[in-house]
């Protein structure tokens, strides 16, 4: 079971927007501003997509946007394109021994 | 341009040993902390270990603590990963990711190696 709790699977039609959320505790999500979000296409490696809750890194597109409301973090999708149809894990720093957590990822359909 | 490359992967039989390694260019491979992630086919991502720049401290997973040793080279820019007395549960994608330490994230990975345990 994974430390942070994501939904399996969200669903959206091009140009609208979708929202996963990742829910952790106070030892991780709630208590750090450290959340990261990365996108996984099939066979390829993660990548960065929203570092300390809500920034971008650069050429990330500005659809992807990320917030933070206690012990759950949310990343949102606006204007789906496609491309977007992969899969999207949360991470947090974690005052545990293990020092960091994933969540159980979510897989992202554009119907 | 940030580059990561694993190698050492491979099928290995269940109580063996395999060692990967992780060899970065591009960036100043000593200023950073470094990470191994793993992804068991079909599963979700799970971080594995992380050794900061000068080798000071280091993290493990519970699941692989007391079995993996996770190591650096600074002068060869390369990262490694002692994988000992290994389980079929740790058949896996193992990525080398660049930690940013000031912000807590990935902002790098490689392209990952697999790692089969299997007899």
């Known amino acids: 079971q994974s430390a942070l709790t994501q939904p399996a699977s969200v669903s959206g039609s091009p140009g609208q927007s979708i929202t996963i959320s990742c829910t952790g505790t106070s030892s991780d999500v709630g208590g750090y501003n450290y959340v990261s979000w990365y996108q996984q296409h099939p066979g390829k490696a993660p990548k960065l997509m929203i570092y300390e809750v809500s920034n971008r890194p650069s050429g990330v597109p500005d659809r992807f946007s990320g917030s933070k409301s206690g012990n759950t973090a949310s990343l949102t999708i606006s204007g789906l394109q496609a491309e977007d149809e992969a899969d999207y894990y949360c991470s947090s720093y974690t005052s545990s021994s293990t020092l960091r957590v994933f969540g159980g990822g979510t897989k992202l359909t554009v119907l | 341009e940030v580059q990561l490359v694993e190698s050492g992967g491979g099928l290995v039989k269940p109580g063996g040993s395999l060692r990967l390694s992780c060899a970065a260019s591009g960036f100043t491979f000593s200023s950073y902390s470094m990470n191994w992630v793993r992804q068991a086919p079909g599963k979700g991502l799970e971080w594995v270990s992380s050794i900061s720049s000068s080798s000071s401290y280091i993290y493990y997973a519970d699941s692989v603590k007391g079995r993996f040793t996770i190591s650096r080279d600074n002068a060869k820019n390369s990262l490694y990963l002692q994988m000992n007395s290994l389980r079929a549960e740790d058949t896996a994608v193992y990525y080398c990711?660049?930690?940013?330490?000031?912000?807590?994230?990935?902002?790098?990975w490689g392209q990952g190696t697999l790692v089969t345990v299997s007899s």
């Open positions: 990711a660049r930690d940013d330490g000031l912000t807590n994230c990935n902002d790098y």
